[in-house]
């Protein structure tokens, strides 16, 4: 059973450091922040900032890839320049994520890419009801053969035959 | 030639059974007039709904129904343990389980067309035109329901709860049956042109054909130890 | 030796199931890092894409468990070795679970993608009755007492079942052009090389963690019954000899 | 000639033994009796016997045929009377007989129906549905059915319970009819007094064993 256990100890860690590695990933790479947070503390480099595109600021070419819009936070707004392939997802009043540089001199935000919300929720449920009922099953399956065993090796029932 | 004359006799053994009892075919027939009885408060239809619901409503009240007849099917075999007799004779199963389909389709098919008149009463039904067609559409729903049902008789006449296990186990089963039933009705009923849905017709023909040769084969097995 | 008592392929899947269930940890792992971390988001879906290396292996060896069920049946009714009936019913078990797994992450997976838990779809559908009939396999090997004819009849259901599930795909797809032709399209992601790799490491890592699934419990089953019957031969031996004396 | 034998038989269900290689020999011309307790395992083995339940190992041969290759065979040689008398109530005495031997590919004539009813002592009641008959006219009936179909080989369960006097009288005299014909049988039976004078062998099955068998001259 010693075995048993220790097996299962070593699956338990590994994808403890897996659910680690990923959780950490995200935080660095797809964290968003909000309009007033860029204007508090304008950022370097690539950013990703979660906005609702405001009412009747939508304006440009959207099959030519270009547009300009307002993105709205909780507290402030930020006037959005995109230039990048036609979006699929851009339309007034909707939730969206932009990716791109802010640009202090001029004040607004030069985005290439939009994201849709991610519902990481979604993402995480999913994972842990395929895959945790799998082990649970798994791990009292291999139990209960392992108890199993050890119940033939003990009892006396097989040796009079 | 024996093959036929065992056939023969299972399905005069049924008839004959049931025109002395009418066990089966009252209790059907009884089940099913208040099935159509609850629908019919259930459901406030004017003309238009009813053209709409009244196929699925039809078709739940007949395999309903024929659950009733498939279930009392081999029950009667049980009593006096007359399975046993028919697992001990000589010659393929198969044929038994021919004269039992046989029978079961008699039983479901009287039924529902003493029920059809009753349906197009009580919802103002249009039918004149389509009479054929919904008759060769009921004989094919018909024929796969009962193909099946009396494998499913068969498997579940000698285990506990059996009353429950026959429709847990048979309706998922019958899915196909039931939707091209229901879709074949709706456009028969709806006064379709013919080409519009043939092709259920053609899948039914498709789930008889199947069921027919796969519950023949299995049948041997659930008789045979 | 009690061991000799133990039938002889049990004894085998017990001193090399070991290397499925590695294997399995391994390609799942490398499956998981590869889909979660090293691999880009979908262009349509973004993130939510990435639940497709969960459910689309769970949907894949459910099919697999059933056709090892069927696979398993046939042989049954063909060679009646009690231990291939342990092997249909682990088998049967394990179907059930990895549907109802496939059921509910697709159904987390639908709601963002086509803003809908459930949709009356082919697969969705067959993938339902498919959950129907192992259940309903499960439930009738429970009702019969005769381990013989409980093989037997299980067998016959899950031969049935198994030529039923293409003419219930076949039928619910032509009812749905019928019925909803657009609204929410069922269009599958497009599969580009980089989703491939996880998908696969994933597909082959479930597969191989269904097998030595199958394994541990055929010898669960086995050794249960073998168990069972030794206890309740003693039992029974034991109520005997009170009785005549 | 050998008419029933069986090599070894053993019965599992599952991992539990109900038979431990029974073997049995019976001649044609024979009758076999088979004693033991209740649960003994008496039934089971009629059962194998009569190709109803297959033998977990070992061997069936009926007339030389074997029981599982050649179960059409050897089902055509044999009938089993068993504790269910096999008869639908809404049929009567007559329609019962025509189809059970309809099933049997036999097609007797409704005069040889109509003595052999006679001959059970239930002509008068030959027109009379199953549903009214009482547990002795049942078994008359189903004595009825071994006597039109004749079969080589007859396996008896408890043939004598629901009888009476003059029943179990018939049955004696139809189990000697038989094996003075060349047929073979095999009963089992808790009754030794009424088995006894007609068993050329007897064996006792006692959990799933079969012990003492004896044989005395015919």
């Given at each position: 059973?010693?075995?048993?256990?220790?097996?299962?100890?070593?699956?338990?860690?590994?994808?403890m450091?897996?659910?680690?590695?990923?959780?950490?990933?995200?935080?660095?790479?797809?964290?968003?922040?909000?309009?007033?947070?860029?204007?508090?503390?304008?950022?370097?480099?690539?950013?990703?900032?979660?906005?609702?595109?405001?009412?009747?600021?939508?304006?440009?070419?959207?099959?030519?890839g270009?547009?300009?819009?307002?993105?709205?936070?909780?507290?402030a707004?930020?006037?959005?320049?995109y230039?990048?392939?036609?979006?699929?997802?851009?339309?007034e009043?909707?939730?969206?994520?932009?990716v791109?540089?802010?640009?202090?001199?001029?004040?607004?935000?030069?985005?290439?890419?939009?994201?849709?919300?991610?519902h990481?929720?979604?993402?995480?449920?999913?994972y842990?009801?395929?895959l945790?009922?799998?082990?649970?099953?798994?791990?009292?399956?291999?139990?209960?053969?392992?108890?199993?065993?050890?119940?033939?090796?003990?009892?006396?029932?097989?040796?009079?035959? | 030639?024996?093959?036929?004359?065992?056939?023969?006799?299972?399905?005069?053994?049924d008839l004959?059974?049931?025109?002395?009892?009418?066990?089966?075919?009252?209790?059907m027939?009884?089940?099913?007039?208040?099935?159509?009885?609850?629908?019919?408060?259930?459901?406030?239809?004017?003309?238009?709904?009813?053209?709409?619901?009244?196929?699925?409503?039809?078709?739940?009240?007949?395999?309903?129904?024929?659950?009733?007849?498939?279930?009392?099917?081999?029950?009667?075999?049980?009593?006096?343990?007359?399975?046993?007799?028919?697992?001990?004779?000589?010659?393929?199963?198969?044929?038994?389980?021919?004269?039992?389909?046989?029978?079961?389709?008699?039983?479901?098919?009287?039924?529902?067309?003493?029920l059809?008149?009753?349906?197009?009463?009580?919802?103002?039904?249009?039918?004149?035109?389509?009479?054929?067609?919904?008759?060769?559409?009921?004989?094919?729903?018909?024929?796969?329901?009962?193909?099946?049902?009396?494998?499913?008789?068969?498997?579940?006449?000698?285990?506990?709860?059996?009353?429950?296990?026959?429709?847990?186990?048979?309706?998922?089963?019958?899915?196909?049956?039931?939707?091209a039933?229901?879709?074949?009705?709706?456009?028969?009923?709806?006064?379709?042109?013919?080409?519009?849905?043939?092709?259920?017709?053609?899948?039914?023909?498709?789930?008889?054909?199947?069921?027919?040769?796969?519950?023949?084969?299995?049948f041997?097995?659930?008789?045979?130890? | 030796?009690?061991?000799?008592?133990?039938?002889?392929?049990?004894?085998?899947?017990?001193?090399?199931?070991?290397?499925?269930?590695?294997?399995?940890?391994?390609?799942?792992m490398?499956?998981?890092?590869?889909?979660?971390?090293?691999s880009?988001?979908?262009?349509?879906?973004?993130?939510?894409?990435?639940?497709?290396?969960?459910?689309v292996?769970l949907?894949?060896?459910?099919l697999?468990?059933?056709?090892?069920?069927f696979g398993?049946?046939?042989?049954?009714?063909?060679?009646?070795?009690?231990?291939?009936?342990?092997?249909?019913?682990?088998?049967?078990?394990?179907?059930?679970?990895?549907?109802?797994?496939?059921?509910?992450?697709?159904?987390?997976?639908?709601?963002?993608?086509?803003?809908?838990?459930?949709?009356?779809?082919?697969?969705?559908?067959?993938?339902?009755?498919?959950?129907?009939?192992?259940?309903?396999?499960l439930?009738?090997?429970?009702?019969?007492?005769?381990?013989e004819?409980?093989?037997?009849?299980?067998?016959?259901?899950?031969?049935?079942?198994?030529?039923?599930?293409?003419?219930?795909?076949?039928?619910?797809?032509?009812?749905?052009?019928?019925?909803?032709?657009?609204?929410?399209?069922?269009?599958g992601v497009?599969?580009?090389?980089?989703?491939?790799?996880?998908?696969?490491?994933?597909?082959?890592?479930?597969?191989?963690?269904?097998?030595?699934?199958?394994?541990?419990?055929t010898?669960?089953?086995?050794?249960?019954?073998?168990?069972?019957?030794?206890?309740?031969?003693?039992l029974?031996?034991?109520?005997?000899?009170k009785?005549?004396? | 000639m050998?008419?029933i034998?069986?090599?070894?038989?053993?019965?599992?269900?599952?991992?539990?033994?109900?038979?431990?290689?029974?073997?049995?020999?019976?001649?044609?011309?024979?009758?076999?009796?088979?004693?033991?307790?209740?649960g003994?395992?008496?039934?089971?083995?009629?059962?194998?016997?009569?190709?109803l339940?297959?033998?977990?190992?070992?061997?069936?041969?009926?007339?030389?045929?074997?029981?599982?290759?050649?179960?059409?065979?050897?089902?055509?040689?044999?009938?089993?009377l068993?504790?269910?008398s096999?008869?639908?109530?809404?049929?009567n005495?007559?329609?019962?007989?025509?189809?059970?031997?309809?099933?049997?590919?036999?097609?007797?004539?409704?005069?040889?129906i109509?003595?052999?009813?006679?001959?059970?002592?239930?002509?008068?009641?030959?027109?009379?549905?199953?549903?009214?008959?009482?547990?002795?006219?049942?078994?008359?009936?189903?004595?009825?059915?071994?006597?039109?179909?004749?079969?080589?080989?007859?396996?008896?369960?408890?043939?004598?319970?629901?009888?009476?006097?003059?029943?179990?009288?018939?049955?004696?005299?139809?189990?000697?009819?038989?094996?003075?014909?060349?047929?073979?049988?095999?009963?089992?039976?808790?009754?030794?007094?009424?088995?006894?004078?007609?068993?050329?062998?007897?064996g006792?099955?006692?959990?799933?064993?079969?012990?003492?068998?004896s044989?005395?001259?015919?």
């Open positions: 059973m010693t075995a048993f256990y220790l097996r299962w100890g070593v699956v338990l860690v590994i994808a450091i897996i659910v680690g590695m990923t959780v950490r990933d995200y935080e660095q790479h797809l964290a968003s922040v909000s309009p007033a947070q860029i204007l508090d503390d304008p950022p370097h480099g690539d950013v990703r900032v979660q906005g609702l595109v405001k009412a009747g600021t939508l304006q440009g070419n959207l099959e030519e270009f547009a300009t819009f307002a993105l709205g936070g909780d507290q707004t930020l006037s959005v320049e230039k990048g392939l036609p979006p699929e997802n851009l339309r009043l909707k939730l969206l994520i932009v791109g540089q802010w640009d202090p001199a001029s004040q607004v935000f030069r985005a290439r890419e939009l994201a849709l919300l991610t990481y929720g979604f993402v995480v449920s999913a842990l009801v395929g945790l009922p799998l082990l649970l099953v798994l791990f009292f399956m291999g139990r209960k053969v392992s108890l199993l065993f050890e119940e033939i090796k003990q009892s006396k029932l097989y040796q009079s035959e | 030639m024996g093959f036929f004359k065992i056939m023969q006799w299972v399905v005069w053994k004959l059974t049931e025109w002395r009892s009418r066990e089966t075919m009252s209790s027939f009884f089940f099913a007039l208040i099935v159509i009885l609850v629908f019919s408060f259930s459901f406030s239809m004017d003309q238009q709904a009813a053209q709409e619901l009244i196929a699925g409503i039809i078709w739940v009240a007949f395999a309903f129904t024929g659950m009733i007849g498939l279930g009392k099917s081999f029950a009667v075999e049980l009593q006096d343990d007359c399975l046993n007799y028919l697992q001990g004779c000589p010659g393929s199963k198969g044929a038994l389980y021919l004269g039992k389909v046989t029978a079961n389709f008699a039983f479901m098919f009287a039924v529902e067309v003493i059809f008149p009753m349906f197009i009463v009580l919802f103002n039904l249009n039918v004149i035109e389509e009479f054929h067609i919904l008759l060769l559409i009921f004989l094919m729903a018909t024929m796969g329901l009962s193909a099946v049902g009396t494998l499913f008789s068969a498997l579940t006449v000698q285990i506990r709860a059996r009353e429950v296990m026959l429709p847990i186990l048979l309706l998922p089963l019958v899915v196909p049956v039931m939707i039933a229901v879709e074949a009705t709706k456009g028969a009923l709806s006064g379709d042109s013919f080409a519009l849905y043939r092709q259920w017709l053609e899948l039914l023909a498709i789930f008889d054909a199947v069921f027919m040769v796969v519950s023949f084969w299995m041997e097995f659930i008789m045979d130890e | 030796m009690n061991k000799t008592m133990i039938n002889r392929v049990i004894r085998k899947i017990q001193r090399y199931k070991g290397w499925f269930g590695g294997a399995a940890a391994l390609c799942m490398a499956g998981l890092y590869v889909g979660l971390l090293a880009p988001p979908d262009y349509y879906q973004g993130e939510v894409a990435r639940i497709m290396y969960v459910h292996p949907a894949h060896t459910s697999l468990a059933y056709t090892v069920l398993g049946s046939i042989w049954y009714l063909w060679k009646r070795d009690p231990l291939v009936d342990n092997m249909c019913h682990a088998a049967a078990g394990l179907t059930a679970l990895f549907t109802l797994l496939a059921l509910l992450t697709g159904m987390i997976w639908g709601k963002p993608t086509w803003n809908a838990w459930w949709t009356w779809d082919a697969r969705l559908t067959s993938f339902i009755v498919l959950l129907l009939i192992t259940i309903g396999y439930m009738l090997r429970t009702f019969i007492d005769d381990p004819r409980e093989a037997r009849y299980a067998a016959v259901l899950a031969i049935v079942g198994f030529v039923d599930l293409p003419i219930v795909h076949f039928s619910v797809e032509w009812w749905r052009t019928l019925h909803q032709p657009q609204s929410i399209s069922m269009r497009s599969i580009s090389s980089g989703l491939l790799i996880p998908l696969m490491l994933m597909s082959v890592g479930m597969s191989l963690l269904f097998s030595y699934m199958l394994m541990v419990r010898q669960m089953l086995y050794l249960v019954n073998l168990l069972d019957a030794k206890k309740g031969r003693l029974s031996q034991f109520h005997l000899s009785a005549e004396s | 050998i008419a034998s069986g090599q070894e038989i053993s019965k599992s269900y599952g991992h539990y033994q109900v038979l431990h290689e029974v073997s049995i020999q019976i001649n044609q011309g024979e009758c076999f009796a088979l004693f033991g307790p209740n003994a395992g008496k039934t089971t083995l009629l059962k194998i016997f009569a190709t339940s297959r033998p977990t190992a070992g061997q069936i041969k009926i007339l030389g045929r074997d029981a599982v290759k050649e179960k059409d065979m050897v089902r055509a040689s044999m009938m089993f068993a504790h269910g096999y008869l639908y109530d809404e049929l005495a007559i329609e019962n007989l025509q189809f059970a031997m309809g099933l049997r590919h036999l097609t007797p004539s409704l005069r040889s109509a003595s052999t009813l006679d001959r059970v002592g239930i002509g008068a009641f030959s027109g009379m549905k199953v549903r009214n008959f009482s547990a002795g006219m049942k078994k008359r009936l189903n004595l009825a059915k071994a006597m039109l179909a004749q079969p080589h080989v007859l396996l008896l369960d408890e043939p004598f319970t629901a009888l009476d006097d003059s029943g179990i009288a018939l049955m004696q005299e139809y189990i000697v009819e038989r094996v003075t014909n060349g047929g073979a049988v095999l009963m089992s039976t808790h009754d030794r007094d009424k088995a006894a004078p007609l068993a050329h062998h007897a006792v099955l006692s959990q799933g064993i079969l012990k003492t068998v044989s005395k001259a015919g």
